[in-house]
C-alpha cells in the first residue's frame, strides 16, 4: 500500500530525523521508494548554507506541494511532508492530492507541543536557529 505521512512539530522537535527513520524502517535505504519534502530544502544554497527568507516561503510552499503531488504522481511507494504544518490549512491541500491518488494518509505530530520546557530543548537544537519567541508563538498557534 503506498502512503503519505504528514509529519507536523515545531522546529528542533525532531521532524527530519524521524522523516529519515520512518523511511529506512519502512523500505529500506533504497532511496527510490521513498520521498521526503521539506520547504526547508529551498533555502539551501549550493555551498550548503541555509538563509531564510520569509519572501520566498509561499513561492518554496508552492514547489514543496508540486515536489509533493509530482513523487505521488511517480507512484512512490512513501511519501513524507516534513513541515513545520502549525495551522490545518498549511497541509491540507497534500492531504487532498495524496488521498486523490489513492494513497494512505498518515498525520504524525513530532514532540511536545505545548511542553514549555520542550521549547526551550527545540530551541537550542533546531538548526535554523529559530528563536524561542517564535517556537513559543508557533505553538500558541498549534491546530490539533
Known sequence: MKQAF??????????????????EEMVGADETRYVICST???FYHSDGSYTFDKHKLS????????RFINALGEGIELVILDNTNIRRWEF??????????GYQVKE?????????SLQHLYQKRNVHNVALRTISNMARHFEW
Open 6 to 23: 504528514i509529519l507536523r512539530g515545531l522546529p528542533g522537535s525532531g521532524k527530519s530525523h524521524y522523516a529519515i527513520s520512518l523511511a
Open 40 to 42: 526547508d530544502d529551498y
Open 59 to 66: 513561492e518554496f510552499h508552492n514547489l514543496n506541494l508540486a
Open 92 to 101: 491540507v491541500a497534500y492531504v487532498a492530492a495524496a488521498q486523490a491518488m
Open 108 to 116: 504524525v505530530v513530532v514532540g511536545e507541543v505545548k511542553d514549555k
